[in-house]
């Protein structure tokens, strides 16, 4: 008798620190990799131009906007963030079509809306790229705090354009929710996403 009442109290613990533990992963608060931003303002609306024509941020109410700054004679940062945030698509699978990822250019000059948006299909078949005049290109970069500069350099290329490197986690309801810092795996960010899908 004594020997059952030890077992049933044994596997009766077991069963209680069992469900405590889930309990504690299911209701614990999800720690965000990115930078969580609490905006009381909807992003900042933008119209730029697209190989397709013109592209605005509010087109895309109800999916999660995955915004980055770039350019494509860019000989790192992005061809890294790009290859990370392919990364992050994949790993989300058919929840993939949920997020938008749109690529400004901070080199004008050279990136047509035809050569960003080749440069962004690279990556990912529904990537965009925009792109507009050096006003509308700097008026977008100030409402995100986006630096960016022209920096002369030896070569064929000319000039490189020294900018920020970080991705806007913009979401379904226009609010800027997170920002990824250069260098986030696409593991990371692909888990962040998925939170903000399901909830």
């Not at 061809?79 to 400004?104: F, N, S, Y």
């Not at 809306?113 to 690279?122: H, N, R």
């Not at 290329?157 to 226009?174: E, F, S």
Request: proline share 7%; charged share 20%; with cysteine.
């Amino acid at each position: 008798m004594r020997n059952r009442t030890f077992w049933l109290g044994f596997f009766g613990t077991l069963l209680l620190v069992g469900l405590g533990w889930w309990a504690w992963d299911r209701f614990r608060p999800y720690a965000f990799h990115g930078t969580v931003l609490q905006s009381n303002e909807p992003a900042p609306d933008f119209t730029l131009m697209s190989a397709d024509g013109p592209v605005s941020l509010s087109d895309f109410r109800g999916k999660i906007v995955l915004l980055y700054f770039g350019y494509t004679f860019c000989p790192d940062v992005c061809p890294t963030t790009l290859t990370e945030l392919k990364r992050a698509m994949e790993l989300l699978g058919e929840d993939a079509d949920q997020v938008q990822v749109i690529m400004v250019s901070v080199d004008p000059e050279r990136d047509t809306p035809e050569k960003i948006q080749e440069y962004v299909e690279y990556f990912w078949p529904t990537f965009i790229g925009v792109t507009g005049t050096p006003e509308q290109i700097a008026e977008v970069a100030t409402q995100y705090g986006i630096y960016y500069e022209k920096r002369e350099v030896p070569g064929a290329t000319g000039y490189l354009m020294d900018h920020t490197a970080t991705v806007t986690v913009i979401d379904r309801d226009g609010y800027v929710k997170l920002i990824f810092p250069f260098g986030t795996p696409g593991e990371d960010i692909a888990a962040d996403l998925k939170y903000l899908i399901e909830h």
